[in-house]
T-cell receptor, first 115, second 116 residues
């Protein structure tokens, strides 16, 4: 069964600094991978997804993630953090051969941005 | 139009009461889900329905009963509420992977349940 591990439950960066949120996955077959963002008191919104078309995936709000099969990683980055990026971020995986098996989520990483 | 909408957004009730949360999606998706998010933000799948048929039922107390009158609606009824049921409940929908889709989930805004 697939799973994801997000390293670091809380990441704090200064405004303008690089954002790096780590995600490692475990899957027996090439997976689909997702990053979702949850702003306070809101639902989850898709940031970006990897579907095997390209290993570097660009998403909304300047975020991108790179799929590295050799490292089983899908880390999320943004060159310059904004105050508005403060939120909870979730990595998720689905097994493309699993039929209706739902996404499996990591435990989330809370991003704080310091002025 | 909101793609996945759930009501109510906030629910405060006493232990032992029964309450329901409703969810509707207008995306034409085949599959709908209920997730529970606890105070530590951990998301756990509870149920999944595909075209009104229950396909996933995780280890959830049988006080929780989902119902899907049609593929656009999935409701959650909770009997005899307990303190530990306090959480945010998210409804979501997706096209299923069988049709070559990625299984991307579209979430509602969540329903925050507080049991006193």
């Amino acid at each position: 069964a697939q799973s994801v591990t997000q390293l670091g439950s809380h990441v704090s960066v200064s405004e303008g600094a690089l954002v790096l949120l780590r995600c490692n996955y475990s899957s027996s077959v090439p997976p689909y991978l997702f990053w979702y963002v949850q702003y306070p008191n809101q639902g989850l919104q898709l940031l970006l997804k990897y579907t095997s078309a390209a290993t570097l995936v660009k998403g909304i709000n300047g975020f991108e993630a790179e799929f590295k099969k050799s490292e089983t990683s899908f880390h999320l980055t943004k060159p310059s953090a904004h105050m508005s990026d403060a939120a909870e971020y979730f990595c998720a995986v689905s097994d493309r051969d699993s039929g209706n098996t739902p996404l499996v989520f990591g435990k989330g990483t809370r991003l704080s941005v310091i002025a | 139009d909101t793609a996945v909408s759930q009501t109510p957004k906030y629910l405060v009730t006493q232990m032992g009461n029964d309450k329901s949360i409703k969810c509707e999606q207008n995306l034409g998706h085949d599959t709908m889900y209920w997730y529970k998010q606890d105070s530590k933000k951990f998301l756990k799948i509870m149920f999944s329905y595909n075209n009104k048929e229950l396909i996933i039922n995780e280890t959830v107390p049988n006080r929780f009963s989902p119902k899907s009158p049609d593929k656009a609606h999935l409701n959650l009824h909770i009997n005899s509420l307990e303190l530990g049921d306090s959480a945010v409940y998210f409804c979501a929908s997706s096209q299923d992977l069988i049709r070559g889709n990625t299984g991307e989930l579209f979430f509602g805004e969540g329903s925050r349940l507080t049991v006193l």
